[in-house]
């Protein structure tokens, strides 16, 4: 499958952005997804996960409460809703797909096994 991220930007401090992740070559309905970024000189991190039917999702701790996934398997899209952004947002955001049928192993890069390509998001305060 191929994943397309897109939908970053600069975006001042306390304001949103929603991420759109769109695959192509198989529908993402079998597949679990995540968001993970990486700031410049930091390693990729996790961000959110949502499991292949929506019904399982969480977060960093960082993010909590201020981040929403979700998706839209008949559009095949998966979407990263981002409110009350900080400059520590700051980073490259990248959606990822697995099949992995362990729900809590969503945190862990090596759970994946295709990565779209990051999209930029720049917060300024």
């Known amino acids: 499958v191929q994943l397309q991220a897109s939908g970053g930007g600069l975006v001042q401090a306390g304001g949103s952005l929603r991420l759109s992740c769109a695959a192509s070559?198989?529908?993402?309905?079998?597949?679990?997804m995540g968001w993970f970024r990486q700031a410049t000189g930091k390693e990729r991190e996790f961000v959110a996960y949502?499991?292949?039917?929506?019904?399982?999702?969480y977060y960093a701790d960082s993010v909590k409460g201020r981040i929403a996934i979700s998706r839209d398997n008949a559009k095949n899209t998966v979407y990263l809703q981002m409110n009350s952004l900080k400059p520590e947002d700051t980073a490259a955001y990248y959606c990822?797909?697995?099949?992995?049928?362990?729900?809590?192993?969503?945190?862990?890069?090596?759970?994946?096994?295709?990565w779209g390509q990051g999209t930029q998001v720049t917060v300024s305060s």
């Open positions: 949502i499991s292949y039917n929506g019904g399982t999702t």
């Open positions: 070559g198989r529908t993402l309905k079998m597949y679990n």
């Open positions: 990822a797909a697995s099949r992995d049928s362990n729900l809590a192993a969503g945190r862990i890069k090596a759970t994946y096994e295709f």
